[in-house]
């Protein structure tokens, strides 16, 4: 039974164009949200992070959505760059504390096209 | 400031041997968790470490150990290897009461 779900594999885009990945929870506790890059051969790069208090955080290019009420959210990329690259996980983490396990998607492929 | 470090970054063991892997954690935090990633799957908790002891775990059995050190640092341990062990093993430090979790390069460990 998968809490987060990533249900595109893979996504390509075009360089300079906005690349927006999606994600959906299932699990009503959780709270605070995270978004990971990850290249080949390296650990996932914690991104950005939403708590469930916001809807919109923005970080230059990055900028992170949460809809409690579909319990879902977005990360959008603009403009996408080559170097953006890589698999991206989402993250939940259940309580509005921290020292909690995070929970994670299987992650989106993405390719961006120069 | 220095990073999270596992070594080693690459293992491979026999089904029914025992398998240690370590982890530094990144300088000042205080909690590391660690993590299974199967191929084309994400990260997966295993357990997490806070003041030396065990503050969490995931549906892993028993087979699956760990230890934190004063320094921070921490060890997974894993007896009685299987083959669905084989896995990408991460280790993520973070500040106690923070959401955010600092991974480290992990380590390949393949069971033939």
């Known amino acids: 039974d998968q809490q987060v779900k990533q249900n595109s594999p893979s996504l390509s885009v075009q360089e300079g164009r906005i690349s927006i990945l999606n994600c959906d929870y299932t699990?009503?506790?959780?709270?605070?949200f995270l978004w990971y890059k990850k290249y080949p051969a390296e650990g996932p790069t914690f991104l950005i992070s939403?708590?469930?208090?916001?809807d919109k955080n923005e970080d230059g290019r990055f900028t992170v959505f949460l809809n409690k009420s579909a319990k879902h959210l977005s990360l959008h990329i603009v403009p996408s760059q080559p170097g953006d690259s890589a698999v991206y996980f989402c993250?939940?983490?259940?309580?509005?504390?921290?020292?909690?396990?995070?929970?994670f998607g299987k992650g989106t492929r993405l390719s961006v096209i120069a | 400031e220095t990073g999270v470090t596992q070594s080693p970054t690459h293992l491979i063991k026999t089904r029914g041997q025992q398998v240690t892997l370590r982890c530094s954690s990144q300088s000042g935090h205080n909690t590391v968790s660690w993590y299974q990633q199967a191929l084309g799957q994400g990260p997966q908790f295993i357990f997490q470490y806070y003041r030396e002891e065990e503050n969490g775990r995931g549906n892993f059995p028993p087979r699956f150990s760990g230890l934190q050190f004063p320094n921070y640092s921490s060890e997974l341990n894993v007896n009685a290897l299987e083959l669905d062990d084989s896995a990408l093993y991460l280790c993520?430090?973070?500040?106690?009461?923070?959401?955010?979790?600092?991974f480290g390069p992990g380590t390949r460990l393949t069971v033939t």
């Open positions: 993520a430090s973070s500040w106690s009461g923070a959401h955010e979790q600092y």
């Open positions: 699990n009503s506790m959780f709270d605070y």
């Open positions: 939403i708590s469930s208090i916001k």
């Open positions: 993250a939940a983490s259940p309580w509005n504390s921290g020292n909690t396990p995070l929970v």
